[in-house]
């Protein structure tokens, strides 16, 4: 009951669509994402071989599965026969097998079995649309869009999670009862520096520089990065400058960096107009670590066994869970008050929605085009 009233206004409309909208902030809080990128959906540990995973973008649903030889295939999640989800089924070899009468697909979506005498071996080609798949940073990426176009987009370089001696790595992920532009908004916009006035992870920000370059809106604001109680003890000052921070939504992503030494990517996956998941990676030079109360450096191989798993737990996962509650609410409070005026105060957070908006509205000229 809760949840049905939490959709609609008090006068009992829905929000609009993006064609019934009315303004930006409600395009934006009805766009999809443009399907033209690579997404992370998964961390690979998840799907082992024999496994398999519904992944769902922007309403579609996807099985995510990897065979026996350790190799990922991502097919339409929708028997041909009678339209079941794979991803009831299970993993024969390398195939994927309907739950139902048995029918097998291979990793390009094509049916290659059917075990049962009707059509003896000699069945109709039924193929469901297959989807490129890569693996980075410990992630499972789709491509939901022109298959064409996917060897030429590039998942971003992390240059700094590769090599012989990579950074820390903090990987955390969550899903949200929000619109991805609520994401884009909080995790890009520092005004909200009360919400965390507990740890402040960032506090006193002032926008420094605001700049849309193509598809990428880049802001830089001077604040005190990790200044809190308990993330102060972690960080070097005498060795980064934490009174800066850069960040960018580089459509469809989203970055940070602290003076080289902290920075994140935030990846979205779109839902629906409702939920969105978003996987963060968080990485961390060695200059910047120090352990409270030392006075000498932290050994990577240290700080990955003990000092990372503790920081995730004690600062970065409360972290994004005052966040998520806080967008959740949001979320809410869209839903009952979208026909409200607009009271925005930070310029970046209309750059972000307008790239949000026009990104879709590029997927849609496309597709009508086609
Ligand atoms: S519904 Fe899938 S095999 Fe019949
Ligand atoms: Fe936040």
Not at 63 to 71: K, N, S, V, Y
Request: proline share 6%; net charge positive; glycine share 6%.
């Amino acid at each position: 009951m809760r949840e049905a009233a939490n959709l609609i206004s008090l006068s009992g409309a829905r929000p609009p669509t993006f064609d019934q909208a009315q303004n930006r902030r409600q395009k934006a809080r009805a766009a999809g994402m443009n399907p033209d990128y690579w997404y992370a959906v998964e961390w690979e540990k998840n799907v082992k071989p024999g496994q398999t995973v519904e992944v769902v973008f922007w309403k579609q649903s996807i099985a995510l599965f990897r065979g026996q030889d350790g190799r990922l295939a991502a097919i339409e999640n929708r028997c041909a026969h009678r339209q079941l989800k794979l991803t009831g089924g299970q993993v024969n070899g390398c195939n994927l097998t309907c739950p139902y009468h048995g029918w097998q697909y291979d990793a390009t979506g094509r049916c290659v079995h059917i075990p049962h005498e009707l059509f003896g071996n000699k069945f109709p080609e039924f193929k469901l649309r297959d989807y490129p798949v890569k693996t980075k940073y410990g992630l499972v990426w789709i491509f939901p869009g022109d298959p064409e176009l996917a060897e030429e987009r590039k998942i971003p370089e992390i240059p700094e999670l590769e090599g012989a001696d990579p950074w820390g790595l903090i990987p955390i992920d969550a899903t949200w009862k929000c619109h991805h532009s609520m994401i884009l908004d909080n995790v890009s916009d520092f005004t909200h520096a009360y919400l965390h006035r507990r740890s402040k992870p960032f506090h006193d920000a002032k926008l420094t520089r605001l700049e849309v370059k193509g598809d990428t809106v880049e802001v830089d604001y001077n604040t005190v990065v990790g200044g809190g109680r308990i993330s102060g003890l972690f960080v070097d000052r005498k060795n980064t400058n934490t009174d800066h921070i850069e960040l960018a939504y580089e459509y469809p992503y989203q970055r940070s960096n602290t003076d080289s030494r902290i920075k994140h990517w935030c990846f979205v996956l779109p839902i629906d107009e409702q939920t969105s998941r978003a996987i963060f990676l968080f990485y961390f030079s060695k200059d910047m670590l120090k352990i409270p109360g030392l006075p000498f450096k932290v050994p990577m191989s240290f700080a990955r066994k003990v000092v990372f798993p503790i920081a995730k737990k004690v600062l970065v996962a409360p972290l994004i869970g005052e966040d998520k509650l806080a967008v959740e609410a949001e979320q809410e409070g869209y839903n009952r008050h979208f026909e409200k005026p607009i009271a925005e105060l930070n310029p970046a957070v209309h750059e972000f929605q307008q790239l949000t908006i026009r990104k879709w509205e590029e997927h849609l000229a496309k597709q009508a085009r086609t």
